[in-house]
């Protein structure tokens, strides 16, 4: 596990153009070596400079973007004998959400070395055939910013960076407390409506090769920070949203290739191989919109975003994101599922029975009085919003301290009174899965890594004995399930072929 | 060697005579491909809950099976087709200049099926264009799927482009001896053709040819095709750089012995013994020997590397494979197609055209059930092995094994058409080959034609005649068409 989950630094980290000696996010260093690029120009340095300060300031909010227009006019008109930065009917081309442009690109609206071409328009400068190969290296050279180009429909591979992104959802899951009950299967199913043998939520029963004891491995999906399956999908249905890190299917768009499933080493994907055994009608969803259109996945698009969230919000609908995405509950014939770590609660259209910060297997762990998963925001310090994941691992962690370390500490009678952060002495066993593989996955374990020769046992309790709400026939082994199916007799679980 | 001189009109023979096993071939592979054609439309229906695949992971599965094997299957017949005829243009093998054509065609009806294969694989084929599109030029920088995409295009292109170029020559002198009902096609594929475009023709040719043995291993079957596989991270049974030339020796394989099989129905059905002589066979036969040798070879570098001191996983599947039957099949077949080829190399007395017809299709069956294993066994056996609680074994049903059977006759059945539309030997191999009789001009040509290419002419002659002979009398009343598709059916299945 990195620091990164936990953030221990207490301090706040300060804004760089607070702090005296640089301005500019890497440094004084960089600093001066933009001074010296400005200084070969024939333009004011000091100028420059001073500007570039100012624009860091007005993206963090602190200068009105009017301030730094007037603040300026009259320089930068003399200077270059043309004001030619945005002016407030464009102002949208300034990006304000980024914090760390760096100064060439605030200054970009100066022309410091008459070469004034923006990306867009070196883009249409490109020939046809050179436009295709080059804007492939351009764009994976320069991937952080180019957002601007790529149309709204098309999503992203990773979560943005950690200041740019809202949360980055994830899980604790303390398999020491894990009892096999398999609740929060049953919890999962029954807010997602999946098919059967689909258990998005898994639980494995194992023993170790070496010892007799019976442990268990709860398997959500991992929702990687570099998902393996978002990046082979060949038409992004599969993506990992930028604000949360939540990696999603867009069932409207996908073709069901599986290239997804074939290429997550987690095997946590679920294809709809026949028609889904829950039919539409069903699933809590927004059925037409106020103004009497049906609620096509077009149509609810086309609402501007807070009216769109206002209605989905208002039937609780189950099925779409905050974007008017079809992402939620179980996918219809042809596409994939997999667990989607609730992005109806995330996108607060549940509230009632589902509010934002928790997940359905979550909810049902803890009704059933084992409190084993622990959702939450990853990037939460202990105290913000959302940080039940990150507090309750801090918790294991003091509770496993080292006990030398804590005799030691407590030595000190000023220590007892205000504790330091626990840090590496900590003696509590963490893992995530198979995180050689560089998939950043941002499900945390607590307790023992099943060993390589680890082999699936009996659990305590059946697959096949597990009921829920809606009656919906429970399987492990989906495959003898289907198969079944496949002797040409037709025989799906509810023949309806009209429910689409 | 040949007993008779080759004309123009040998090879326009097939568009003017019809015979009834062109109809019988022509009835049995339509009626074959419509039945499919049912079972798929089933299929689409239902869902793919009619095949016997299901999800790997707790599902106990495997989500990708004889579809992709049969997927990656066509797209190595189809690249090695188009590998074969760039060679020949490009190291001027004139000896196999007769199949030229037919590897090239083999190429295009290849690459359609191992098109369709993806459309049958996929459970919404109906969004292919509306979802690919929009996202494409994003995909393609991350997804081998697209980059897949792109390739199969890029050479379906390129070989009809090739195909186009090199048919004009034909068509514009050919255009009296073609029915009647042909010859506004002619006149369009003729367009605006002067005998000064030949030469340009041909140097364009030779890019061509030049671009596609240069792409062959990097982007081809040597490159993107097994990237799909052995980039991924999730199944050890894929990974390995070793898998691009092993790949390539499959394509490669596939191909020398789709052309031997056509070849030897086409000879049969038009008599063409003095085009397609029993030399060319001999060659084909030999390089099918040296890539199956790579094929061979690349395999044992896979089983040691695994078994040796590999990662646990990495063992266990390697361990399943060299046990399943399947493999041990496949392999087995391909050593004794190599024993064959190995003891008529040495003694040329053991060549016979029925035996590499046979050797032919011995690997075109290994290759086949080895590709649709590496997926399965792939599959079976991830890195996160944990989902042993669950196991299943996979077998395909029959909506998927009929695909086979129906892709092969849809294939045979392209071919077929394509008979009575063009002529599937280009005019400068009958050209060609005169001059090679009467001038000796094989002998300034480059000789890099064959290996051990001095055995197999040496001891060639009596031979050769024998087998002449017998299928001169075989086929001396009327030309019997390729009788042949359904021949091919009930051998492949």
């Known amino acids: 596990m990195s620091a990164d989950d936990t953030n221990e630094t207490g301090e706040e980290p300060r804004h760089p153009y607070e702090t005296d000696e640089s301005f500019h996010p890497l440094g004084a260093e960089w600093e001066d070596s933009m001074r010296q690029k400005l200084e070969e120009t024939e333009f004011d340095a000091d100028l420059g400079m001073q500007m570039a300060r100012d624009a860091q300031r007005l993206v963090a909010g602190e200068l009105t973007e009017e301030e730094f227009y007037a603040a300026y006019h009259d320089d930068v008109e003399e200077e270059f004998a043309v004001d030619e930065r945005a002016i407030f009917d464009d102002i949208d081309a300034v990006d304000t959400d980024v914090e760390d442009e760096s100064v060439l690109e605030a200054l970009s609206g100066v022309d410091f070395e008459n070469e004034d071409v923006s990306r867009r328009e070196m883009m249409k400068k490109m020939g046809a055939g050179a436009a295709f190969l080059g804007y492939g290296a351009y764009a994976t050279f320069d991937s952080q910013d180019d957002d601007e180009h790529i149309p709204e429909d098309i999503r992203g591979i990773r979560p943005a960076d950690e200041n740019e992104r809202k949360h980055r959802w994830g899980m604790v899951i303390d398999l020491e407390r894990c009892d096999g009950c398999l609740a929060c299967v049953t919890g999962c199913i029954n807010e997602n409506g999946t098919s059967t043998g689909a258990n998005w939520m898994y639980v494995f029963a194992y023993e170790n090769e070496d010892a007799d004891q019976r442990n268990f491995l709860v398997r959500p999906c991992q929702h990687c920070s570099n998902a393996p399956c978002a990046k082979v999908c060949p038409v992004r249905a599969r993506h990992t949203r930028k604000k949360d890190g939540l990696v999603l299917t867009d069932y409207e768009t996908c073709i069901g290739c599986r290239y997804c499933q074939v290429a997550c080493p987690y095997g946590v994907n679920y294809f709809q191989w026949g028609e889904p055994d829950v039919p539409m009608e069903e699933i809590m969803h927004l059925d037409e919109l106020d103004d ?153 374990y607590i307790g023992n890594e099943p060993g390589p020769n680890a082999e699936q046992v009996e659990g305590p309790v059946s697959y096949s004995s597990i009921s829920n709400d809606w009656g919906v026939e429970v399987k492990d082994n989906r495959k003898e399930h289907l198969d079944y199916f496949s002797d040409g007799g037709g025989l799906m679980a509810r023949d309806e072929e009209d429910d689409e | 060697m040949a007993t008779k001189e080759s004309t123009p009109d040998d090879i326009v023979r097939p568009l003017n005579n019809t015979s009834k096993w062109w109809y019988i071939a022509f009835g049995v592979t339509a009626a074959i491909s419509l039945a499919w054609l049912t079972i798929y439309g089933y299929q689409l229906d239902r869902g793919l809950a009619v095949t016997n695949l299901s999800d790997w992971g707790s599902g106990g599965g495997v989500t990708w099976g004889l579809y992709i094997g049969a997927f990656i299957w066509w797209v190595g017949i189809a690249h090695g087709g188009i590998i074969l005829s760039a060679a020949v243009r490009l190291f001027g093998m004139k000896k196999y200049q007769p199949v030229a054509r037919v590897a090239e065609l083999l190429t295009i009806a290849a690459l359609a099926m191992a098109g369709l294969y993806i459309l049958v694989h996929m459970g919404r084929p109906d969004r292919v264009v509306t979802s690919v ?148 066979f001999r060659g084909l036969t030999m390089w099918l020997g040296l890539f199956g040798l790579l094929f061979v070879w690349l395999q044992l570098q896979q089983v040691i590397n695994a078994v040796y001191a590999a990662g646990v996983s990495a063992e266990r599947v390697m361990l399943a494979t060299i046990s399943h039957p399947v493999y041990i099949m496949a392999i087995g077949l391909m050593l004794v197609v190599l024993g064959y080829i190995f003891a ?83 005019l400068h191999a009958v050209e060609e080959h005169a001059h090679g009789e009467e001038g000796g001009h094989s002998e300034t040509t480059h000789d890099t034609d064959e290996p051990g290419g001095a055995v197999a002419t040496d001891g060639g002659p009596t031979a050769a005649a024998d087998t002449v002979q017998t299928y001169d009398e075989e086929v001396s009343t009327t030309d019997h068409d390729a009788g042949t598709g359904s021949d091919r059916e009930v051998t492949d299945r």
């Not at chain 1, 589902?354 to 959702?375: L, N, Q, R, Y």
């Not at chain 2, 040495?346 to 075109?364: E, G, N, Q």
């Open chain 2, 344 to 426: 008529q190399a040495v003694k040329p007395s053991v060549f016979s055209i029925p035996r590499s017809l046979i050797a032919a299709l011995a690997v075109l069956w290994a290759t086949l059930t080895e590709k649709i294993l590496f997926v399965v066994e792939g599959l079976q056996y991830p890195d996160f092995s944990l989902y042993g609680g669950v196991p299943g074994a996979y077998f395909p049903s029959f909506v998927e094994m009929s695909s086979v059977v129906g892709t092969i006759a849809l294939c045979t059945l392209i071919f077929l058409v394509i008979l009575k539309v063009i002529p599937v030997v280009e």
């Open chain 2, 133 to 280: 599109l929009p996202s494409y030029p994003w995909t393609v920088q991350t997804s081998p799927l697209a980059w897949d995409i792109t390739v199969i295009t890029l050479y379906f292109v390129m070989t009809a482009t090739y195909l186009g170029l090199t048919i004009r020559y034909d068509a514009a002198r050919l255009g009296d001896k073609i029915p009647w009902y042909l010859t506004p096609l002619y006149s369009v594929i003729t367009i605006g053709y002067t005998k000064a475009e030949d030469e340009i023709v041909e140097r364009m040719v030779w890019w061509l040819a030049l671009g596609i043995i240069v792409m062959a291993p990097l982007l081809l079957h040597g490159g993107v095709i097994p990237w799909l596989f052995s980039v991924l991270g999730s199944m050890p049974g894929w990974q390995g750089a070793v898998q691009g030339p092993q790949f390539l020796s499959i394509a490669l394989t596939s191909a020398i012995s789709g052309v031997i099989i056509i070849s030897f129905l086409l000879r049969r059905a038009y008599d063409w013994e003095h085009i397609i002589t029993e030399d060319v």
């Open chain 1, 292 to 444: 009497g259109r049906p609620a096509t996945p077009e149509n609810v698009r086309s609402l501007d975003f807070d009216e769109r969230n206002r209605q989905l919000a208002e039937v609780e609908d189950h099925v779409y994101d905050e974007d008017g995405r079809w992402v939620d509950s179980r996918p219809p014939q042809g596409t994939m599922g997999k667990c989607t770590m609730c992005p109806s609660r995330q996108d607060e259209h549940t509230e009632s029975h589902g509010p934002k910060g928790t997940v359905a297997c979550m909810d049902a762990c803890d009704e059933a009085g084992m409190s084993v998963i622990h959702f939450g925001d990853l990037d939460a310090e202990v105290g913000d919003d959302y940080d039940r994941a990150v507090r309750y691992l801090e918790r294991r962690k003091e509770v496993e301290e080292n006990p030398r370390d804590k005799r030691d500490r407590f030595d000190d009678p000023e220590d007892y009174e205000n504790p330091p952060a626990p840090h590496g002495t900590s003696e509590l066993n963490t893992f995530r899965l198979l995180e050689d593989l560089n998939t950043q996955p941002n499900v945390i």
